[in-house]
């Protein structure tokens, strides 16, 4: 199975360890030069990578790197214990809340712009989680399954 990690492109590679290892009390783990950095704490490593903006974002180029907001629909989301207490230190370290913190049936969540301009969500669960939403129980499945090729 393949492993998972995560990448976040920075302009400047000390504010953004900065701001990940205060909102989320990550640690740096490994320096990769001057221009990476492994932050570890979370359930994969996130490795920061120092990119300048304008720069091609590929080989094949299609798109610049900017850090104004934008979006992607690939982003992080953090679950934390105390969802209050996280909103406080994202918003401290230079993230921008966007919308309200909402209720939802599987815990409260609030969405943020970090100062680079990358979307990521805090969520912090109830006693359900996703289990609140699922419509497919995995403890309940058939005990083998048949192939239909």
Same mark, same amino acid.
């Given at each position: 199975?393949?492993?998972? !990690?995560?990448?976040? $492109? %920075? ?5 953004? &360890? +900065?701001?990940?290892? *205060? %909102? ?5 783990? +490994? *320096? ?5 950095? &492994? !932050?570890?704490?979370?359930? %994969? ?14 080989? &094949?180029?299609?798109?610049? +790197? ?7 629909? %690939?982003?992080? $989301? ?29 815990? *409260? ?10 979307? =990521?969500?805090?969520?912090? =669960?109830?006693? &359900? ?15 083998? =399954?048949?192939?239909? =090729?």
């Amino acid at each position: 199975m393949p492993g998972l !990690l995560i990448n976040i $492109d %920075v302009p400047d590679l000390a504010a953004g &360890e +900065r701001f990940y290892t *205060r %909102v989320f009390d990550l640690a740096v783990s +490994r *320096r990769f030069g001057d221009d990476i950095v &492994e !932050l570890t704490g979370s359930d %994969v490593p996130i490795y920061l990578i120092a990119k300048a903006a304008g720069t091609a974002s590929g080989p &094949e180029g299609g798109d610049c +790197r900017r850090y104004s907001r934008h979006w992607t629909p %690939v982003h992080p $989301d953090f679950a934390v214990d105390d969802l209050d207490a996280a909103v406080a230190r994202a918003l401290s370290a230079g993230a921008t809340l966007e919308g309200d913190i909402v209720d939802l049936p599987y815990g *409260r969540q609030a969405t943020f712009a970090d100062p680079f301009g990358h979307g =990521f969500c805090l969520i912090a =669960f109830n006693a &359900e989680g996703y289990d609140a939403i699922a419509t497919w129980n995995w403890t309940s499945r058939p005990t083998a =399954f048949h192939s239909v =090729f």
